[in-house]
């Protein structure tokens, strides 16, 4: 990819299981570390210096319960720990390439 440098660290221990480690820098100066499964090559995890509730810190992302929608393997649970707090996403339902009602996109009235 143009504008983004990939370097295979190679293997690495991520939350207490081996992962593939890769070093992440784009041209304008963001990076972070990509950590995949050694098996299957999806994300397990990133981590990442980014902005937290308590300023300034180390971001940890892991990321699993992987399962297939429309073709596209999704992880169903995000866990994200940041400035001493953890905060966890779980995904219900995925629907790709659906219907979208175009009146969500209708400003409400009085804004």
Request: zero cysteines.
């Amino acid at each position: 990819m143009e504008g983004i440098k990939v370097a295979a660290k190679g293997k690495e221990d991520f939350d207490g299981k081996p992962a593939e480690r890769l070093d992440v820098v784009s041209d304008d100066g963001a990076q972070f570390t990509m950590f995949l499964d050694p098996a299957s090559y999806l994300p397990v995890g990133m981590k990442y210096v980014g902005e937290t509730m308590t300023g300034p810190g180390e971001v940890v992302e892991k990321m699993s319960a992987y399962q297939p929608y429309g073709g596209i393997m999704i992880a169903t649970k995000r866990v994200q720990e940041a400035g001493g707090l953890t905060f966890e996403i779980e995904v219900v339902k995925v629907d790709v390439n659906g219907t979208i009602d175009e009146s969500i996109f209708t400003k409400p009235a009085g804004i």
